[in-house]
């Protein structure tokens, strides 16, 4: 007998809709739905427009009650660190800022000078330093007197934001509020002095919930818009990096994850944070995961840099395919440079192949001299990367790690995958592009009894998905 769940997988540049099926045979998974998530610029402000998402996750869910199926549940997951304020009539204030807007440049040392020193706050949370992490921005909103904060009743990361427009109910999911710089990873608790230290409550999160836990089921007004009764609404792995993790088919724990896309994350699974100097002086993170896990990884700018760069290539009239890019790679030479894919000035360019060139003029790093240059500079420069982040893992890991396994998008980059492996020295074992979305739905399958725990969900994922291994020209 097949079941069948919704997840919602919200990404920084687009939004699914999927409609999974799960049998004793495995699971698949369809998208009804794929749309796309735009920065909002208002003047020199950036937003997410979450009515706009709101909206295409309605027509997801319209395009499911035209099946006529029995949905078990669905589940949201999206990027971290964004919020949304809502006042004390329910209502949303105004529209979340975006993590890419500049307004938090610099916050963080602004922060360490009037709140609590750098040292106290990592050792608090656990949590790299990002300037976008949602503790700066609250500190940034603060500092401009921003009225929907000093109105706010309640804050809600991005699912629980959407969770709470499709049920009325509020929640914090654990896995998202951990990328935050707001969450102790030991107690699981929002770290009431890192907000009182800036005039603000604990009070304003709502409690924290575990993966699996029922926030309620469709508005009755929603459901039967959509054609669907009132559907349980689950708090899967709420963000989405949490989510890809819980789907890595891992068969032990000695491994490293890649989740590549846009971001690349890459790091191991541990039971306990770990908070030391050399994680500090590492910048390393200790996110929450499925089954009070904790990810010990590091944020790395992923594939950003390419698909900028193709965005800029296309305003000019060269629209390359994903197979002409890959081709026009293999045939370029390395220049056997690279750049920082982590700098300051590829964060959020108006012109992303031209900050790419002034980087390298300024750093005496050969500027690349066409389109197949740069696009052989920037893979050459995320394999590099890879490597670079992988061999500080092994001093920090309490385990060997015996393979990399690379989930989400980019595991569908056998040239970038096999460049990965040549760098790091150990297989890489590529799938399921789809992790998010499997995680996300598994999780689903988790609170409705079908799997017991996360070794079982691994699984599962097993014998439904097919992976490729990239073994090392060492």
Same mark, same amino acid.
């Given at each position: 007998?097949?079941?069948?769940?919704?997840?919602?997988?919200?990404?920084?540049?687009?939004?699914?809709?999927?409609?999974?099926?799960?049998?004793?045979?495995?699971?698949?998974?369809?998208?009804?739905?794929?749309?796309?998530?735009?920065?909002?610029?208002?003047?020199?402000?950036?937003?997410?427009?979450?009515?706009?998402?709101?909206?295409?996750?309605?027509?997801?869910?319209?395009?499911?009650?035209?099946?006529?199926?029995?949905?078990?549940?669905?589940?949201?997951?999206?990027?971290?660190?964004?919020?949304?304020?809502?006042?004390?009539?329910?209502?949303?204030?105004?529209?979340?800022?975006?993590?890419?807007?500049?307004?938090?440049?610099?916050?963080?040392?602004? &922060?360490?000078?009037?709140?609590?020193?750098?040292?106290?706050?990592?050792?608090?949370?656990?949590?790299?330093?990002?300037?976008?992490?949602?503790?700066?921005?609250?500190?940034?909103?603060?500092?401009?007197?921003?009225?929907?904060?000093?109105?706010?009743?309640?804050?809600?990361?991005?699912?629980?934001?959407?969770?709470?427009?499709?049920?009325?109910?509020?929640?914090?999911?654990?896995?998202?509020?951990?990328?935050?710089?707001?969450?102790?990873?030991?107690?699981?608790?929002?770290?009431?002095?890192?907000?009182?230290?800036?005039?603000?409550?604990?009070?304003?999160?709502?409690?924290?919930?575990?993966?699996?836990?029922?926030?309620?089921?469709?508005?009755?007004?929603?459901?039967?818009?959509?054609?669907?009764?009132?559907?349980?609404?689950?708090?899967?792995?709420?963000?989405?990096?949490?989510?890809?993790?819980?789907?890595?088919?891992?068969?032990?724990?000695?491994?490293?994850?890649?989740?590549?896309?846009?971001?690349?994350?890459?790091?191991?699974?541990?039971?306990?944070?770990?908070?030391?100097?050399?994680?500090?002086?590492?910048?390393?993170?200790?996110?929450?995961?499925?089954?009070?896990?904790?990810?010990?990884?590091?944020?790395?700018?992923?594939?950003?840099?390419?698909?900028?760069?193709?965005?800029?290539?296309?305003?000019?009239?060269?629209?390359?395919?994903?197979?002409?890019?890959?081709?026009?790679?293999?045939?370029?030479?390395?220049?056997?440079?690279?750049?920082?894919?982590?700098?300051?000035?590829?964060?959020?360019?108006?012109?992303?192949?031209?900050?790419?060139?002034?980087?390298?003029?300024?750093?005496?790093?050969?500027?690349?001299?066409?389109?197949?240059?740069?696009?052989?500079?920037?893979?050459?420069?995320?394999?590099?990367? &890879?490597?670079?982040?992988?061999?500080?893992?092994?001093?920090?890991?309490?385990?060997?790690?015996?393979?990399?396994?690379?989930?989400?998008?980019?595991?569908?980059?056998?040239?970038?995958?096999?460049?990965?492996?040549?760098?790091?020295?150990?297989?890489?074992?590529?799938?399921?592009?789809?992790?998010?979305?499997?995680?996300?739905?598994?999780?689903?399958?988790?609170?409705?009894?079908?799997?017991?725990?996360?070794?079982?969900?691994?699984?599962?994922?097993?014998?439904?998905?097919?992976?490729?291994?990239?073994?090392?020209?060492?």
């Amino acid at each position: 007998m097949e079941r069948y769940f919704i997840g919602v997988d919200l990404g920084a540049t687009s939004g699914r809709v999927i409609l999974a099926a799960l049998s004793d045979h495995g699971i698949t998974l369809e998208v009804l739905h794929r749309f796309p998530n735009r920065l909002l610029r208002i003047g020199e402000r950036y937003y997410w427009n979450i009515y706009t998402l709101y909206e295409e996750i309605l027509h997801g869910l319209e395009l499911a009650g035209r099946r006529h199926l029995p949905i078990t549940s669905l589940g949201i997951d999206t990027w971290g660190v964004d919020f949304a304020c809502v006042g004390s009539d329910g209502e949303i204030l105004g529209l979340p800022r975006a993590y890419r807007d500049p307004f938090t440049r610099g916050v963080p040392e602004a &922060y360490f000078a009037g709140v609590l020193p750098r040292d106290e706050v990592y050792a608090a949370t656990g949590i790299q330093v990002m300037d976008f992490n949602s503790l700066y921005q609250l500190y940034a909103l603060q500092r401009e007197g921003c009225s929907a904060l000093r109105a706010a009743r309640r804050l809600l990361f991005m699912p629980d934001a959407l969770s709470y427009l499709l049920t009325g109910e509020m929640v914090t999911e654990y896995t998202i509020a951990s990328t935050s710089q707001l969450l102790n990873p030991r107690t699981k608790r929002i770290e009431a002095r890192l907000l009182e230290g800036m005039g603000l409550s604990p009070e304003l999160f709502p409690p924290i919930v575990m993966p699996g836990h029922r926030i309620g089921t469709l508005r009755r007004e929603v459901a039967a818009a959509c054609g669907l009764p009132q559907v349980e609404v689950v708090a899967v792995a709420g963000h989405d990096t949490a989510s890809a993790v819980a789907a890595v088919p891992a068969e032990n724990e000695r491994f490293a994850y890649l989740s590549s896309g846009t971001w690349s994350l890459m790091g191991v699974e541990i039971r306990e944070p770990m908070i030391t100097p050399q994680t500090a002086a590492c910048n390393f993170t200790n996110e929450g995961g499925v089954d009070g896990t904790v990810r010990l990884l590091k944020n790395i700018t992923g594939m950003w840099l390419l698909e900028q760069c193709r965005e800029a290539w296309r305003r000019e009239n060269r629209d390359y395919s994903y197979e002409e890019i890959v081709r026009m790679t293999r045939e370029t030479a390395p220049s056997g440079a690279v750049v920082d894919p982590d700098a300051a000035e590829f964060a959020a360019p108006t012109d992303m192949p031209q900050a790419i060139r002034t980087w390298c003029a300024a750093h005496a790093v050969p500027v690349p001299a066409d389109d197949a240059a740069m696009m052989r500079l920037i893979f050459d420069s995320l394999a590099a990367k &890879y490597a670079s982040v992988l061999d500080t893992l092994r001093g920090l890991a309490p385990f060997p790690i015996e393979r990399l396994h690379v989930i989400g998008g980019g595991a569908r980059n056998g040239l970038l995958n096999q460049m990965t492996a040549d760098a790091v020295g150990v297989p890489v074992v590529a799938g399921p592009d789809e992790a998010t979305a499997l995680g996300n739905i598994m999780m689903q399958a988790r609170a409705a009894g079908l799997v017991a725990s996360l070794e079982e969900m691994r699984r599962y994922i097993r014998r439904s998905i097919e992976t490729t291994t990239y073994l090392p020209n060492l």
